[in-house]
């Protein structure tokens, strides 16, 4: 008996939805199909920006491969001017590699000049990648080296020497041979030294600093080192004929 009246009850209650249910649908299946429309149309509209945004990113990387390949090919101007395209219509990002890549195509081309004049722009443009701006600035100190006196290369370089830079290796050995070039003994010493230890120094720069500090040593020991002694020259004779003597009748007075 009491089975039964668990079922009528079971039974009684699922009515009770099914009608609660249905008068919620007759009331908002508006809402209801308004919200999932809604939801659908979010979805689509998701995938679609989804597939249209890896479909640009494609686009951006042939691009981005064929001005390599131009530059590669040492086809520069062409090179040049793909990578322009990609920098003005390319995210800051994007933008800012193709600047890059821009001002690598001019240098490996042996134009200096307009190799120095892109890493400066890239150097300077607040929208850049701090990452890319400080490479750049130390592209353009090390191309500035013999134009450039010492003072500019250490405004330009000292940033990048810190500890938490991770081009302080690099910045640490360039300040050292301008200090060096400009006779700043000590100061070259302070740049260079440290990274005869310095796990992150190549063995080409090790090998770099050794000669340069070598040079440094050599003109410490010349100042420092006693005038060679003068040994006195011994007397030359006097010619025949040409002694001090006395006449011979000097003695006889």
């Not at 951006?60 to 793909?82: C, H, I, P, Y």
């Not at 740049?191 to 040593?217: F, G, N, T, W, Y």
Request: net charge negative; no cysteine.
């Amino acid at each position: 008996m009491a089975d039964d009246r668990d079922s009528l009850l079971r039974e009684v209650e699922e009515e009770l939805r099914r009608e609660q249910m249905q008068k919620i649908w007759e009331r908002y299946n508006g809402l209801i199909l308004g919200g999932v429309a809604l939801i659908v149309l979010a979805v689509g509209g998701y995938k679609w920006l989804e597939s249209r945004r890896i479909a640009d990113a494609e686009a951006r990387g042939a691009e981005f491969t064929a001005a390599v390949q131009l530059s590669n090919d040492k086809k520069t101007d062409e090179a040049v001017a793909a990578f322009q395209k990609i920098a003005d219509t390319g995210s800051s990002g994007v933008a800012s590699l193709a600047k890059l890549h821009i001002a690598g195509a001019h240098l490996k081309a042996g134009k200096t000049d307009e190799a120095l004049v892109a890493f400066e722009r890239l150097a300077n443009d607040a929208s850049a990648d701090q990452l890319l701006k400080n490479y750049a600035q130390l592209q353009v100190a090390s191309l500035k080296m013999s134009t450039s006196d010492f003072t500019d290369i250490q405004n330009r370089l000292s940033p990048l020497a810190a500890d938490s830079s991770p081009f302080k290796t690099s910045a640490n050995e360039l300040l050292g041979i301008a200090a060096f070039k400009a006779g700043n003994l000590e100061i070259a010493r302070k740049h260079l030294e440290p990274l005869l230890i310095d796990p992150a120094a190549s063995q080409a720069i090790q090998e770099r600093i050794k000669i340069v500090l070598a040079e440094i040593a050599a003109i410490e020991i010349a100042k420092v080192a006693p005038p060679p002694a003068v040994t006195p020259s011994p007397s030359t004779p006097a010619p025949p004929g040409t002694a001090d003597t006395k006449p011979a009748d000097a003695d006889k007075k």
